[in-house]
Protein backbone atom coordinates (compact mmCIF):
# COMPACT_ATOMS: atom_id res chain seq x y z
CA UNK A 1 0.00 0.00 0.00
CA UNK A 2 1.11 3.36 -0.73
CA UNK A 3 2.22 5.85 2.26
CA UNK A 4 3.69 9.35 2.73
CA UNK A 5 5.74 10.23 5.79
CA UNK A 6 6.41 13.76 6.53
CA UNK A 7 9.13 13.47 9.42
CA UNK A 8 8.88 17.25 10.08
CA UNK A 9 5.61 17.97 12.54
CA UNK A 10 6.75 21.76 12.96
CA UNK A 11 9.48 24.11 11.33
CA UNK A 12 9.97 27.28 12.40
CA UNK A 13 11.99 29.84 9.85
CA UNK A 14 12.43 33.59 9.79
CA UNK A 15 10.68 35.41 7.44
CA UNK A 16 13.21 36.58 4.66
CA UNK A 17 14.78 32.85 5.21
CA UNK A 18 14.82 29.79 2.78
CA UNK A 19 12.47 27.12 3.31
CA UNK A 20 12.29 23.24 3.01
CA UNK A 21 10.08 20.84 3.94
CA UNK A 22 10.26 16.90 3.78
CA UNK A 23 8.74 14.12 2.34
CA UNK A 24 9.11 10.72 1.75
CA UNK A 25 6.85 8.59 0.06
CA UNK A 26 6.55 4.48 -0.48
CA UNK A 27 4.98 2.90 -4.04
CA UNK A 28 5.84 0.08 -5.66
CA UNK A 29 5.49 1.76 -9.27
CA UNK A 30 6.33 5.86 -10.50
CA UNK A 31 3.87 7.96 -8.37
CA UNK A 32 2.06 10.95 -9.08
CA UNK A 33 2.94 13.33 -6.20
CA UNK A 34 1.80 16.47 -4.88
CA UNK A 35 2.39 19.26 -2.62
CA UNK A 36 -1.15 21.07 -1.05
CA UNK A 37 -1.21 23.65 1.36
CA UNK A 38 -3.91 24.52 4.11
CA UNK A 39 -4.62 27.88 6.18
CA UNK A 40 -6.36 27.67 9.52
CA UNK A 41 -9.99 26.71 9.15
CA UNK A 42 -9.40 25.86 5.24
CA UNK A 43 -9.48 23.34 2.74
CA UNK A 44 -6.33 22.42 0.66
CA UNK A 45 -5.19 25.01 -2.19
CA UNK A 46 -2.51 22.51 -4.75
CA UNK A 47 0.60 23.76 -4.94
CA UNK A 48 2.46 22.35 -7.16
CA UNK A 49 2.35 18.36 -8.69
CA UNK A 50 4.93 16.00 -10.28
CA UNK A 51 3.77 13.35 -12.67
CA UNK A 52 6.72 12.96 -15.22
CA UNK A 53 9.56 14.40 -16.92
CA UNK A 54 11.76 17.46 -15.68
CA UNK A 55 12.26 16.45 -11.99
CA UNK A 56 12.36 19.86 -10.31
CA UNK A 57 8.71 21.43 -10.74
CA UNK A 58 8.04 24.94 -10.54
CA UNK A 59 4.99 25.61 -8.39
CA UNK A 60 2.95 28.56 -7.18
CA UNK A 61 3.82 31.11 -4.74
CA UNK A 62 7.47 30.43 -5.60
CA UNK A 63 7.54 27.09 -4.34
CA UNK A 64 9.35 24.36 -6.07
CA UNK A 65 9.70 20.50 -5.39
CA UNK A 66 12.28 18.06 -6.84
CA UNK A 67 11.55 14.31 -7.08
CA UNK A 68 14.46 11.98 -6.26
CA UNK A 69 12.86 8.30 -7.39
CA UNK A 70 16.36 7.14 -5.55
CA UNK A 71 15.72 8.61 -2.28
CA UNK A 72 12.29 8.13 -2.40
CA UNK A 73 11.83 11.71 -1.61
CA UNK A 74 9.52 14.71 -2.86
CA UNK A 75 10.66 18.08 -1.11
CA UNK A 76 9.36 21.43 -0.85
CA UNK A 77 11.26 24.29 -1.30
CA UNK A 78 11.15 28.01 -1.27
CA UNK A 79 14.33 30.51 -1.44
CA UNK A 80 12.73 33.25 0.70
CA UNK A 81 9.92 33.16 2.94
CA UNK A 82 6.92 35.30 3.68
CA UNK A 83 5.06 35.76 6.58
CA UNK A 84 2.23 34.77 4.55
CA UNK A 85 3.44 31.09 3.70
CA UNK A 86 2.72 30.39 7.44
CA UNK A 87 0.22 27.55 7.20
CA UNK A 88 0.30 24.08 7.07
CA UNK A 89 1.75 21.85 4.29
CA UNK A 90 0.74 18.33 3.11
CA UNK A 91 2.46 15.58 1.14
CA UNK A 92 0.21 13.11 -0.81
CA UNK A 93 0.70 10.50 -3.76
CA UNK A 94 -1.62 8.99 -6.14
CA UNK A 95 -1.17 5.44 -7.22
CA UNK A 96 -2.68 3.89 -10.12
CA UNK A 97 -4.42 0.75 -11.36
CA UNK A 98 -5.98 -1.31 -7.96
CA UNK A 99 -4.84 1.77 -5.63
CA UNK A 100 -7.17 4.03 -7.25
CA UNK A 101 -7.05 7.57 -7.79
CA UNK A 102 -7.16 8.52 -3.98
CA UNK A 103 -5.03 10.76 -2.56
CA UNK A 104 -2.91 9.76 0.13
CA UNK A 105 -1.45 12.50 2.65
CA UNK A 106 1.52 12.56 4.95
CA UNK A 107 0.58 14.00 8.41
CA UNK A 108 1.47 17.46 7.41
CA UNK A 109 4.38 20.49 8.75
CA UNK A 110 3.39 23.02 10.35
CA UNK A 111 5.22 26.18 9.38
CA UNK A 112 5.28 29.02 11.75
CA UNK A 113 7.51 32.50 10.18
CA UNK A 114 8.87 34.95 13.05
CA UNK A 115 8.87 38.45 12.02
CA UNK B 1 -15.15 28.43 -12.60
CA UNK B 2 -16.33 29.10 -9.01
CA UNK B 3 -14.29 26.08 -7.50
CA UNK B 4 -16.06 23.00 -5.07
CA UNK B 5 -18.28 24.49 -2.28
CA UNK B 6 -19.43 22.71 0.34
CA UNK B 7 -22.70 23.32 3.00
CA UNK B 8 -22.64 24.19 5.52
CA UNK B 9 -19.31 25.20 6.88
CA UNK B 10 -19.69 24.52 10.51
CA UNK B 11 -22.11 22.16 12.21
CA UNK B 12 -22.13 21.49 15.46
CA UNK B 13 -24.63 18.65 16.62
CA UNK B 14 -25.57 15.93 19.81
CA UNK B 15 -24.55 12.66 19.94
CA UNK B 16 -26.98 10.02 18.33
CA UNK B 17 -28.65 12.93 15.94
CA UNK B 18 -27.93 12.75 11.98
CA UNK B 19 -26.47 15.32 9.83
CA UNK B 20 -25.89 15.72 6.22
CA UNK B 21 -23.41 17.53 3.89
CA UNK B 22 -23.39 18.78 0.51
CA UNK B 23 -20.47 19.25 -1.74
CA UNK B 24 -21.04 21.16 -5.15
CA UNK B 25 -18.05 19.96 -7.37
CA UNK B 26 -16.95 22.48 -10.28
CA UNK B 27 -19.28 21.64 -13.14
CA UNK B 28 -17.16 20.00 -15.31
CA UNK B 29 -15.86 17.36 -13.10
CA UNK B 30 -17.00 14.07 -13.23
CA UNK B 31 -15.20 12.56 -10.22
CA UNK B 32 -16.14 13.67 -6.60
CA UNK B 33 -13.94 13.19 -3.55
CA UNK B 34 -14.98 12.30 0.26
CA UNK B 35 -12.31 12.46 2.88
CA UNK B 36 -11.97 12.90 6.69
CA UNK B 37 -9.36 15.28 8.60
CA UNK B 38 -8.81 15.18 12.14
CA UNK B 39 -7.09 17.75 14.09
CA UNK B 40 -3.17 17.56 13.18
CA UNK B 41 -3.90 15.05 10.94
CA UNK B 42 -3.82 14.64 6.83
CA UNK B 43 -6.94 13.83 5.55
CA UNK B 44 -8.15 10.37 4.93
CA UNK B 45 -9.90 9.12 1.96
CA UNK B 46 -13.34 8.06 2.35
CA UNK B 47 -15.21 7.35 -0.60
CA UNK B 48 -15.52 9.15 -4.54
CA UNK B 49 -17.64 8.75 -7.01
CA UNK B 50 -17.19 8.82 -10.91
CA UNK B 51 -20.38 10.30 -12.46
CA UNK B 52 -22.77 8.62 -10.23
CA UNK B 53 -21.39 5.81 -9.18
CA UNK B 54 -19.79 5.41 -6.31
CA UNK B 55 -16.74 3.35 -7.15
CA UNK B 56 -14.71 2.88 -3.79
CA UNK B 57 -15.32 3.09 0.31
CA UNK B 58 -12.88 3.14 2.48
CA UNK B 59 -13.17 0.81 5.75
CA UNK B 60 -13.06 4.31 7.44
CA UNK B 61 -16.89 4.44 6.08
CA UNK B 62 -18.48 2.26 8.55
CA UNK B 63 -22.31 1.47 8.04
CA UNK B 64 -23.13 4.83 10.01
CA UNK B 65 -22.22 6.31 7.09
CA UNK B 66 -23.52 6.74 3.46
CA UNK B 67 -22.76 9.10 0.58
CA UNK B 68 -24.75 9.49 -2.73
CA UNK B 69 -24.16 11.30 -6.17
CA UNK B 70 -27.51 10.90 -7.40
CA UNK B 71 -27.52 12.80 -10.96
CA UNK B 72 -23.55 13.10 -11.16
CA UNK B 73 -23.36 16.43 -10.13
CA UNK B 74 -23.71 17.63 -6.22
CA UNK B 75 -22.84 14.88 -3.90
CA UNK B 76 -24.08 14.48 -0.01
CA UNK B 77 -22.57 12.90 2.74
CA UNK B 78 -24.69 11.38 5.69
CA UNK B 79 -23.60 10.62 9.02
CA UNK B 80 -26.29 8.75 11.14
CA UNK B 81 -25.99 7.93 15.18
CA UNK B 82 -23.21 10.22 15.55
CA UNK B 83 -20.64 9.96 17.63
CA UNK B 84 -18.03 12.26 19.88
CA UNK B 85 -15.60 10.51 17.23
CA UNK B 86 -16.80 11.55 14.19
CA UNK B 87 -15.71 14.80 15.30
CA UNK B 88 -13.52 15.96 11.88
CA UNK B 89 -13.13 18.57 8.91
CA UNK B 90 -14.92 17.19 6.04
CA UNK B 91 -13.50 17.85 2.64
CA UNK B 92 -14.74 17.58 -0.57
CA UNK B 93 -12.73 17.56 -4.00
CA UNK B 94 -13.20 16.87 -7.75
CA UNK B 95 -11.29 16.38 -10.78
CA UNK B 96 -12.03 15.39 -14.09
CA UNK B 97 -10.45 11.57 -14.67
CA UNK B 98 -6.88 11.21 -16.07
CA UNK B 99 -4.05 9.83 -15.22
CA UNK B 100 -2.81 11.19 -11.88
CA UNK B 101 -5.70 13.84 -11.95
CA UNK B 102 -5.38 17.00 -9.86
CA UNK B 103 -7.90 17.20 -6.94
CA UNK B 104 -9.46 20.57 -6.39
CA UNK B 105 -10.66 21.16 -2.64
CA UNK B 106 -13.57 22.44 -1.57
CA UNK B 107 -13.36 24.52 1.60
CA UNK B 108 -14.84 22.13 4.37
CA UNK B 109 -17.57 21.00 6.54
CA UNK B 110 -16.09 21.39 10.79
CA UNK B 111 -18.45 18.60 12.64
CA UNK B 112 -18.51 19.45 16.23
CA UNK B 113 -20.08 16.55 18.51
CA UNK B 114 -20.94 17.54 21.30
Known amino acids: AQSVTQPDIHITVSEGASLELRCNYS??????LFWYVQSPGQGLQLLLK??????LVQGIKGFEAEFKRSQSSFNLRKPSVHWSDAAEYFCAVIGSGAAGNKLTFGGGTRVLVKP | DTGVSQDPRHKITKRGQNVTFRCDPI?????LYWYRQTLGQGPEFLTY????????KSRLLSDRFSAERPKGSFSTLEIQRTEQGDSAMYLC????????????FGPGTRLLVL
Open chain 2, 27 to 31: SEHNR
Open chain 1, 50 to 55: YFSGDT
Open chain 2, 93 to 104: ASSQSSAGETQY
Open chain 2, 49 to 56: FQNEAQLE
Open chain 1, 27 to 32: YGATPY
